[in-house]
């Protein structure tokens, strides 16, 4: 595609329930971030997949998050049981190989609010 | 901890003035470095990387950092600003874990506003 994509771009969800977020990456591109950024936290790592398989999830908070990818492509995060802690905006980020030079192409971003 | 320090959380400037906005890492090793920039409303992008070469690494819309590994720094610098660099910068830090993968950590960000 022409760039990442995320949807939905904004969710309101009252505190308890469990949200989805999906990101579609570049056609192409094999790594794949999460992250969350708050107000005055910066960008706050969640978890990296390379391929399908994810060899650092050090960053979700809690086990009410997880992630996958599928077809080394598609990535959903889930949040259950949402605090209102967890109302962030989820920015998803794609790159191509492996190389720490490789640079990071971010989507839009899903804002969440937990009410 | 290892960590990307920004030393600025909001900077304020009026056009023409010069900017420098600071960046330090803790992580030792070879590290890939990057400056993103986000303007209100849009997505994070690329301002300018380093990874090898010259220290002084030049980017878009004028902007250039330095790295200097002795101190653990690359700061983003302008000579002179205008009202459309008003966005929030952030400082990245590529490392390779020795599990073969890479991870990106940012900084908290620096948000500048520039005043006409």
Redesign the interface.
Known sequence: GAGVSQSPSNKVTEKGKDVELRCDPISGHTALYWYRQSLGQGLEFLIYFQGNSAPDKSGLPSDRFSAERTGGSVSTLTIQRTQQEDSAVYLCASSQGQGRSAEAFFGQGTRLTVV | AQSVS?HN?HVILSEAASLELGCNYSYGG???L?W?VQYPG?????LL?Y?SGDPLVKGIKGFEAEFIKSKFSFNLRKPSVQWSDTAEY?C?V????S???????????TRLAVHP
Not at chain 2, 94 to 97: K, M, V
Not at chain 2, 99 to 109: H, M, R
Request: net charge positive; proline share 0%.
């Open positions: 920004q959380h070879t590290v890939n990057f993103y849009q997505h994070l992008q690329l990387k990874f952030f990245a590529n490392r390779a874990f599990g073969g993968y890479n991870k990106l950590i940012f900084g908290a960000g």
